[in-house]
């Protein structure tokens, strides 16, 4: 495992060789690092901008080649659209680079997380402070594409349905289900940053308590409708706290029932 100074050690220079390509208009960092690495095992996330579009994968080209020096032990590269690239790196000592590679008309924001490291022109800073206010001004900043209190009461009845079969396997999968959608309105109701979240321990202890006890001890019939049900009433609970979601009577009593 790397130490702090190892970190900062890595980050500077990271930072200084990206600085050096005339390919990269702004870096901008991501994650906890913007106030405070949450602690040793936290990674460095970085969003790497470039002033022309058709210059993304050269620059894309250069961050691979700056990360190779490290002589990573894993890469892994993915595509997120034409123009939008993400560069996984993991060291020997394990620390983790995630850096994106973005033209600066498509930066975003998407948490309150992030900070300018590098802007060369004062146009990626002007780009995000904009992206920023219309996060800001947002009622709801984090939205997830799906109706949870359905796919929540959904998966409840599929549950059921399964143990009748005796299928466990299949009903412990819609189970842990259940739990993702309590997590991501318990999330939403406290503010937390959605996208890539995984702080758990900093949701509310009572939540957390309850969300924990819905995990059965042995795979049973009998666990798992009990679980079922812990999930049921929490779920409720958590869904009366949100301004972003509501469960009607109708969907309710049919969960429930």
Known sequence: ?????????????????????????????????????????????????????????????????????????????KKFSENIFLLIAIISNRLEFNISIVPRDLLTVRSPLWKIILDKTGLVTEKMDRENEQFENKSVKYDVQIDLPFEFAYCAMSLEKEIKRNNLIYAEKMLENMRNYTLLVQAMNEGKKLHQFKAYE???????????????EKITVDNLMKSSERLKDLFTETIRQ?????????LEQLMNS
Not at 242 to 250: C, E, L, N, Q, V
């Open 202 to 216: 900093t949701l509310t202890p009572t939540f957390v308590k309850d969300y924990l006890s819905t995990f059965p």
């Open 1 to 77: 495992m790397y130490s702090v100074e190892e970190r900062k050690t890595y980050f500077e220079n990271t930072i200084q060789k990206l600085d050096s390509s005339n390919l990269i208009e702004g870096v901008i960092q991501l994650g906890s690092g913007v106030i405070g690495y949450k602690d040793e095992y936290s990674d460095i996330d970085l969003m790497v901008c470039t002033s022309k579009v058709e210059d993304t994968e050269a620059t894309k080209d250069f961050v691979y080649q700056t990360l190779s020096g490290f002589n990573p032990i894993y890469f892994k590269e």
């Open 242 to 250: 949100s301004s972003a979601y509501s469960i009607d009577r109708g």
